[in-house]
């Protein structure tokens, strides 16, 4: 068993192997990954959407070939819907947007909800940002019941067809840097840094000078050359570092 594949909900990838250890990211049903090693009972694994790295219980998961594990992922058929559920021998099962439902046949489990269309356009960005407004801050989370802010960029860029790396300053490399606030367009990626200058902070730009992103809740706030203006602190929150276009 070298390939396994999400066949619930949502998998915490931790850490260390031990429930109470940090949570890192999530799987979601339809994700495959590839295990490195095994140690009671749980997996160290890596994710093929974006070889991220944790530990999983080890019943948390689904044995499945590579050659099928890899075209899955390759080829990904995402659910559409906040919330939906596919129809498994067991009953219902929930599934949260973004799920890979291209393998509910695999796993036998019937799924009957919208899928993302295949034909986009760079504003969808913004309106696929929406859709998880509101949504709690969570670390390591991925789903509009709780999201981190690179978390919250890597979905919407999934949803739109571009996989994207997980975490904020592994998204900085990637795209086109741009040198100010007016070159930029909807959909592109706004960086911020700490005071030792590295990034702790992205979110997705809006228009007329605003920014989605992950801080308490996924909400909006304005964004100038300095960085986001919170208005209920009325106090600028992140520092600008950078602006990428990945599209």
Not at 49 to 64: F, T
Not at 127 to 142: E, Q, S, T, V
Not at 144 to 159: A, K, N
Request: hydrophobic share 35%; proline share 3%.
């Amino acid at each position: 068993m070298n390939y396994v594949c999400c066949h619930l909900s949502i998998i915490p990838l931790r850490k260390e192997k031990d429930h109470k250890s940090e949570l890192v990211s999530q799987f979601l049903y339809g994700d495959s990954f590839k295990i490195i090693k095994k140690k009671d009972n749980w997996l160290y694994v890596s994710g093929l959407l974006d070889h991220y790295e944790g530990w999983i219980e080890e019943k948390q998961q689904r044995e499945i070939s590579e050659k099928k594990a890899i075209t899955l992922n390759k080829n990904p058929t995402l659910t559409f819907d906040m919330v939906h559920y596919v129809v498994s021998q067991n009953g219902l099962k929930p599934v949260v947007i973004g799920s890979n439902v291209g393998v509910s046949d695999f796993f036998g489990d019937e799924f009957d909800g919208q899928v993302v269309p295949k034909k986009k356009n760079k504003t969808m960005l913004c309106d696929f940002a929406h859709l998880f407004r509101n949504a709690p801050y969570l670390w390591g989370g991925k789903t509009p019941f709780g999201i981190d802010c690179s978390g919250l960029v890597q979905m919407v860029y999934r949803l739109y067809g571009i996989n994207l790396p997980r975490d904020a300053h592994q998204q900085a490399e990637i795209g086109a840097s741009l040198s100010f606030i007016d070159e930029s367009e909807p959909g592109d990626l706004a960086f911020f840094d700490n005071e030792q200058g590295e990034i702790i902070h992205v979110g997705i730009l809006l228009k007329n000078h605003h920014i989605i992103h992950a801080h308490g809740t996924v909400r909006v706030d304005r964004i100038d050359q300095t960085g986001i203006f919170n208005s209920h602190s009325n106090m600028h929150s992140h520092k600008l570092r950078l602006i990428k276009r990945v599209v």
